[in-house]
């Protein structure tokens, strides 16, 4: 019997075949979560995702909006230390790429299966290094040119349509 079938498997565009995705990560450097962000999260959270937030602010506040609302997101603060190896990266773009690879290889999982929604031009590394990459307008004109899909803003609900086109990719 083929090993094949045991892991389910998805075809995009160009004819790829990339394992189910497994991981979601997105940037969130401006204000608490709304209740509709959320709402996207328990989602997101039901599907089976393991979540990564990553952050320029202080992390304290986003850790206890998040476990109030019982969704278990690892947040990864830009300022929380040097990364892990001595020839480390000097850019929050590069770390927050590094540190969705640790955050990845913690769980057993690859970097193609993860999906990773670009909110700011910090994310964009981390994004075109995953296997699924969504945008926020506002990320950059090459987060926008490398992702599948392009959201609106967060003030324009971005955040949420991108978080339902990633549960999307798993169920």
């Known amino acids: 019997m083929s090993r094949a079938k045991e892991r389910p498997f998805e075809v995009v565009l160009g004819g790829r075949f990339l394992p189910m995705p497994s991981v979601l990560a997105f940037g ?3 204000g608490p979560l709304s209740d509709r962000e959320l709402g996207a999260l328990r989602w997101a959270r ?3 995702y393991d979540i990564a937030v990553f952050t320029c602010e202080t992390a304290a506040p986003l850790r206890a909006q998040l476990a109030e609302h019982d969704i278990p997101a690892t947040v990864l603060a830009d300022v929380e230390g040097p990364a ?24 057993g999982v690859t970097l193609e299966q993860a999906v990773v929604i670009a909110g700011t031009p910090r994310d964009c590394e981390a994004m075109m290094s995953a296997g ?3 945008a926020l307008r506002g990320a950059g004109i090459d987060a926008a040119a490398a992702a599948e899909q392009a959201f609106p803003t967060r003030a324009m609900s971005g955040l949420v349509r ?3 086109a990633a549960v999307a990719m798993r169920v």
Request: net charge negative.
């Open 132 to 134: 699924r990459a969504l």
């Open 84 to 107: 892990s190896e001595p020839d480390a990266p000097f850019t929050a773009a590069a770390a927050r790429a590094e540190a969705l690879a640790r955050f990845c290889a913690q769980r």
């Open 28 to 30: 969130m450097d401006e």
């Open 162 to 164: 991108a978080l339902n």
């Open 46 to 48: 039901d599907a089976g």
